[in-house]
């Protein structure tokens, strides 16, 4: 299960390691369970935020995240490995009473070096992992700067107009270890769901 961390869902934390709790008092008290025991297990469990399937996130302080959705392999029947491994996606980022939504084609490699550098930083709580695409499409650079804290710098291009009409939303949000300790386990599971091909 995925849990909302932020300030907002303190409840909704408080109340999952609840649900846990009852779990595991169900287990130790043989016979059928209580009413209110079932009811309590109930209520806590309106707050656990089931995960995204085909999703990473990068969340901050004050509900600020941006979110990349896979919906599949472009060309799922491609015969060489450039047009193979190009994705399609949708990106969103909401910040504050700022927002965007984008459909956006990303590529598999993108994803697996992104994956491998923000791991690395987090594990040190140091230095930088970023996130390019080809097109140009979106644009992301997390910096860890001290105990455990980290800043999200990025910009999302709109890829329905050209230069000089494009739209660019640039941002820059704070973020943590707890927060990018769960966009790594996100990309592993991209990476591993979606991972690079070589057609022959």
Known sequence: MQI????????????????????????????????????????????????????????????????????????????DEYDANWLRAKCSVTLAEFSAVLSLALVTHDFARFADELEQAVQLLKGRATFSTAEAGLGIEIKFTTAGHADVFGSARSQTSFVPDQSVLSFSFETDQTYLEQTVRELKAIVSRFPARSPR
């Open 4 to 79: 909302d961390h932020s300030p907002d869902n303190t409840f909704g934390v408080l109340h999952y390691f609840l649900a846990r709790t009852l779990v595991g008092i169900d287990h130790r008290v043989s016979g059928p369970p209580s009413r209110a025991l079932c009811l309590l297990k109930w209520y806590a469990s309106l707050h656990v935020v089931e995960p995204l399937k085909n999703t990473v996130q990068i969340r901050g302080d004050g509900g600020r995240v941006i979110q990349i959705e896979i919906s599949g392999y472009e060309r799922p029947d491609a015969g």
